[in-house]
């Protein structure tokens, strides 16, 4: 397999386009998908500094499925052959398949993948392949299919009620937010760039005049569709505004938005789930197209725990 890890794709016009997920299968509580949620069958591959896996990791803990999918962490620091099980700080060697590299997953998968080797990725012990690197859905499945085996099966993070909804917002909020940091820190023109910038600051003045009228994106109680954003506005001023050139506002400078990440932070499964050092270490030093001298900013300094004040909202 060939593969640049550090190069991201780009259309003729300098627009960056993120590939697909080459897996990305469903799973299901009772199996119709073909890929069963049994307990002790998936192993998860996650990196600490990636918005998409991230969501993963505070489903998995707010669904209290630690002892249901396994998982592991992969070094933050990524070069030409993708990521690495390295022993280091928050993260280690492979447990399951001893691979020492995520690359080897996907080799043991399709041995003929020359794609980006991403994360999450979900290993079944049971086929000894990937089930699932699907990013954008693997959160939902966490969320719903595991209910049966759950600690906490009461937490309904993907309401039926609400789903309608919530994939409404997830499509704008992924297109303009999500993906659209990286659309304008990969962007290969000025052009590029300053669409996805302009689309981006207009989602979020929406996100915020939202967010002023309810406590949470869909109503009074936490979804899926708050995870989501929260994974990409908690890196937004430490790592976005500043090597993605992502800089018109901050995320302190919305009182909304700023008062409903400080509420998620503080919540169990967020904050004890974010680590800033895996994700500015990743950033900086990562992309060296955009961060040639490996120079890391020493800030900002953020009050995390402030009082958030949202309990006076909706």
């Not at 069963?36 to 499925?65: D, F, M, N, T």
């Not at 990969?186 to 207009?202: C, K, N, S």
């Not at 939202?210 to 936490?222: D, M, N």
């Not at 500015?280 to 490996?294: D, V």
């Amino acid at each position: 397999m060939t593969y640049n890890s550090q190069l991201p794709a780009e259309t003729a016009r300098g627009h960056f386009e993120r590939q697909a997920s080459a897996f990305a299968n469903r799973l299901s509580a009772d199996g119709s998908s073909g890929w069963a949620a049994e307990p002790g069958r998936y192993h998860l591959y996650v990196s600490l500094a990636c918005p998409w896996a991230h969501r993963a990791v505070i489903v998995r803990q707010l669904k209290g499925l630690q002892d249901v999918v396994s998982m592991s962490v992969v070094d933050p620091l990524r070069d030409e052959r993708g990521w690495a099980f390295r022993e280091g700080r928050g993260h280690g060697t492979d447990p399951v398949n001893g691979f020492a590299f995520l690359a080897e997953a996907y080799a043991a998968t399709d041995p003929a993948f020359a794609g980006r080797f991403t994360v999450p990725t979900l290993w079944d012990r049971q086929t000894h392949r990937i089930a699932t690197n699907g990013f954008r859905t693997l959160d939902a499945d966490l969320a719903t299919q595991f209910d049966a085996h759950a600690e906490h099966p009461d937490v309904d993070l993907y309401p039926a009620a609400s789903r309608d909804e919530i994939d409404a917002l997830d499509e704008v909020v992924y297109d303009d937010v999500n993906n659209g940091v990286y659309k304008a820190g990969f962007a290969g023109t000025q052009e590029a760039y300053e669409e996805a910038v302009q689309a981006l600051f207009a989602r979020l003045d929406q996100l915020d005049e939202r967010l002023a009228q309810q406590r949470f994106l869909v109503g009074e109680t936490l979804t899926v569709a708050d995870i989501r954003l929260f994974t990409t506005l908690v890196r937004f001023d430490t790592v976005y505004a500043v090597h993605f050139k992502c800089n018109r506002r901050r995320v302190v400078d919305y009182p909304n938005l700023w008062g409903w990440l400080r509420e998620c932070y503080q919540r169990p499964g967020f904050g004890d789930t974010t680590d800033f050092d895996h994700i500015i270490r990743h950033y900086y030093l990562t992309h060296q197209h955009l961060n040639p001298g490996g120079i890391v900013p020493v800030g900002p300094d953020l009050d995390w725990a402030a009082p958030h004040g949202r309990d006076r909202v909706g």
